[in-house]
């Protein structure tokens, strides 16, 4: 498996543009500088009314493909 560990600061107002579709994909710098792209759809979770904000872990299986997202505390 392997982790990605990022921060998100996305407000309410940019993230309504996920929320409807019209933005599918997150870009996010991770920690180590690498750049990770996943599903919008895995944010619904952790919206709140100021938007998304905070670091997040993303696990992904051997392929590539999402396992989970998480917050970290």
């Not at 929320?19 to 180590?32: D, E, P, Q």
């Not at 919206?47 to 905070?54: A, P, Y």
Request: some cysteine.
């Amino acid at each position: 498996m392997r982790r990605y560990i990022f921060h998100l600061h996305i407000s309410s107002e940019a993230y309504l543009d996920y929320y409807r579709g019209t933005i599918r994909h997150v870009l996010a710098r991770c920690a180590n500088g690498q750049t990770v792209q996943f599903p919008a759809s895995l944010l619904q979770g952790f919206v709140t009314t100021e938007g998304i904000h905070g670091a997040f872990v993303l696990t992904c299986d051997e392929n590539n493909k999402c396992v989970s997202l998480q917050r970290q505390p």
